[in-house]
């Protein structure tokens, strides 16, 4: 059967439909099934861990001279640049002949976190994707609309994938780490996945792990699988990882979906200690969470024949507490969704 013309965009460089031959640089999770469940309130904030003694492991503020990519010559990292946003412009999306995003455009504000709210299949998560490139790793998968971090497309001929997915993170909604490899190399795989030279490779891992929130349950055994943590400390580990190569975005697709409430908080405890330091866009079907942890909101909205689209986006208190649309307005209250 001959797929509809008019559900597919025109042939340019921007519509690709050829498989990435870039893969990820980690395992990859199919999307699956979503969780609705309100893991609970946000607990305190804890505090820096003790100084610590590791025996082999020589940690602490190294120096040494400048190397690209975030790091000196020694693995310290560098004096943060200016914070970067990433922007989408009248994105559109599809699988084979089927649109699932259209006229998407979202300003992700730099140093903040967006969350993006909406129910189950109005492709939020295929949003997120788009925006480290990823989307295209699907062999059917087609774009349209342009994504610029900072002032640079992305999706620009001269943009390498794997450039791009260094440059924008991701954590995925299942903890991926590397079962079989210890702690201190699942971190450190970030680095040697990326390219990156470190002679202070202890210290990258330190602060990695110190920065997700993990360093001070993990210290005395980092050389122990990652595959034995418990679910949320593999999702913080997960996090670590994306932390390592210094990224200038992190994406985050429901990374509490899976967890219990006690993981929960830790997660968005990290995730507020964070912002500020780069810019994250999360995705997530709890409404108590978007308010908790973001700065900025996007509703998307789908039907059976409509792609997904934002129906509203500004800041969160507003959309959940004096939305526009009254559509926002049902679904953060929970009437339908």
Not at 129 to 137: D, G, P
Not at 230 to 236: D, E, F, K, N
Request: net charge neutral; hydrophobic share 35%; with cysteine.
């Amino acid at each position: 059967m001959s797929e509809p013309a008019a559900q597919f965009p025109p042939a340019s460089p921007r519509h690709r439909r050829a498989h990435d031959s870039v893969p990820a640089p980690w395992p990859v999770p199919a999307p699956g099934p979503q969780s609705d469940a309100d893991p609970g309130p946000a607990g305190p904030s804890y505090g820096p861990p003790p100084a610590i003694d590791v025996g082999e492991y020589q940690y602490g503020p190294p120096r040494g001279d400048a190397s690209p990519r975030g790091y000196r010559g020694d693995g310290g990292l560098q004096q943060p640049g200016p914070l970067v946003g990433i922007e989408a412009r009248d994105v559109a999306a599809w699988f084979d002949d089927h649109k699932v995003l259209e006229g998407v455009s979202l300003k992700m504000e730099p140093g903040m976190v967006t969350a993006l709210i909406g129910p189950s299949g109005c492709g939020k998560s295929t949003f997120l994707r788009i925006l480290n490139r990823m989307h295209e790793l699907v062999r059917s998968a087609a774009l349209a609309g342009e994504v610029l971090l900072g002032d640079e497309d992305i999706y620009d001929a001269r943009q390498r994938p794997a450039d791009i997915r260094r440059r924008i993170g991701m954590v995925f909604q299942k903890p991926n780490p590397f079962p079989a490899m210890s702690i201190y190399d699942n971190v450190a795989s970030g680095l040697k996945l990326a390219g990156i030279r470190v002679s202070n490779k202890d210290y990258v891992v330190e602060t990695s792990l110190r920065r997700a929130g993990l360093w001070n349950e993990v210290y005395r055994r980092l050389r122990s699988p990652g595959g034995a943590l418990s679910g949320g400390q593999q999702q913080r580990l997960c996090i670590a990882r994306s932390l390592a190569v210094s990224p200038e975005v992190l994406l985050m697709d429901e990374p509490c979906s899976a967890l219990d409430p006690t993981s929960t908080r830790r997660i968005e405890e990290t995730i507020r200690e964070l912002a500020g330091q780069v810019t994250i866009v999360i995705v997530t079907h709890n409404m108590q969470q978007a308010q908790r942890v973001s700065t900025n909101c996007a509703f998307f909205l789908a039907s059976e024949n409509t792609p997904g689209y934002i129906v509203e986006s500004g800041p969160t208190r507003q959309l959940f507490e004096n939305p526009a649309d009254p559509r926002t307005a049902d679904y953060v209250h929970g009437r339908f969704g």
